[in-house]
């Protein structure tokens, strides 16, 4: 047994930090105010080799009123994207959101609750890893924590971990 840290970065823009941030939604109100689902996935399709920034995604599904409430089967299709949907508590997919961020290079979306999504823009922690003879570790992901996944929460400037976020909405509530 031993121990590895990892310290993974991606990319991702913000609801209120573009060009987009005034344009109004299907539901009346600005990206800025609401439009956390269409940048939470604009950073996704950006993840997979497109180049639309929240505007453009916005511009793409308002035709059809896609975007508010956001449609994901209905996004996902237009940009050729698999719906890759979990459900459960953190226990059950803190691994898979491991794998995405530091093997896959690849943010994932979090509903954090009251209408709101994140999308994981890093890692960092320290975990335990199990090391095979033939090179492959294995790090035990029951260690992580939430506080060791980035966010970059759409609306917000000042949250950046997920467990900042959770106890933002929880406060909400």
């Not at 310290?7 to 609401?34: P, R």
């Not at 999504?117 to 199990?130: A, E, K, M």
């Not at 090391?131 to 570790?137: H, K, L």
């Amino acid at each position: 047994m031993s121990f590895k840290s990892y310290n993974e970065t991606l990319s991702n823009v913000g609801q209120n930090k573009g060009a987009w941030a005034s344009d109004n939604t299907s539901c009346g109100g600005t990206m800025a105010a609401e439009g956390c689902f269409v940048t939470a996935f604009a950073n996704l399709v950006n993840a997979h080799g497109n180049s639309d920034d929240p505007g453009d995604v916005l511009n793409a599904l308002k035709p059809n009123r896609w975007d508010c409430p956001f449609a994901w089967a209905q996004a996902g299709t237009l940009y050729s994207l698999s719906n890759n949907l979990m459900y459960g508590d953190f226990d059950t997919v803190k691994g898979y959101i491991f794998d995405e961020i530091v093997n896959n290079n690849r943010p994932v979306i979090i509903d954090v609750g009251g209408k709101h999504t994140v999308t994981t823009d890093g890692f960092s922690g320290t975990l335990t890893v199990f090391p095979e003879p033939d090179g492959t570790v294995y790090p035990d992901t029951s260690q992580i924590t939430t506080d060791m996944i980035h966010i970059s929460d759409p609306g917000s400037n000042y949250r950046f971990t997920l467990d900042e976020t959770i106890a933002h909405t929880a406060a909400r509530m």
